[in-house]
């Protein structure tokens, strides 16, 4: 059995036009998840081989190979359920109240958020994380799938800034794609995913 597996989405591929296109969720979800999944699992058989045969000579580009595509196979695991057709606007309950506190109002929490995503250089991911340390919401820049993070995080909302993302519909246009993808946001999942950090995660890397 293979370690990871393609989740499923719970709707079309063209589910979530006009913000984005169903061409983009085939190829994003198909192809590209679909590549990270393959390559977690390629990294676990060729760790495993490593062991068993004791040579580690290629064990750096190998736990290289792991976290970057463990880390696509998550984040875009997340990213899937973090989107719904019938979603957008502004925050409710848990997520709404947490926002208010630790940015603001929603108003700054967007401004920051969409120039954090905006900002991505190269290819990442502007993430709105659970910190289970400090016990508060913030907002960070993930390059490729697992670079620039300190540990004791997990993601609430994330945005793909890579171009595969949105290259098809909006070009080089970033800004565009992140306008339309605000239509998109599933608050419900992100006050699910708040609810289960704050019970789960909180002391468990630093105790109380
Ligand atoms: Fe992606």
Known sequence: ??????????????????????????????????????????????????????????????????????????????????????????????IADAITE??????????QFTAVGAGVQGSGWAILAWDSVGERLVIVQLYDHQGNLTLGMVPIVLLDCWEHAYYLDKLNVRADYIAAWWNLVNWEDANERLARAKTQLNGLIIPA
């Open 1 to 94: 059995m293979p370690a990871y597996t393609l989740p499923d989405l719970t709707y079309d591929y063209s589910a979530l036009e006009p913000y984005i296109s169903g061409r983009i969720m085939e190829l994003h979800h198909s192809k590209h998840h679909n590549a990270y999944v393959t390559g977690a699992n390629t990294a676990i058989e060729q760790l495993e081989e490593a062991r068993a045969t004791g040579n580690l000579s290629a064990v750096n580009q190998l736990e290289k190979n792991l976290a970057f595509n463990l880390g696509g196979h998550i984040n875009h695991t997340a990213l899937w359920a973090n989107m719904s057709p019938d979603a957008g606007g502004e925050p409710h309950g848990e």
């Open 102 to 111: 630790h940015f603001g109002s929603f108003a700054a929490f967007k401004a």
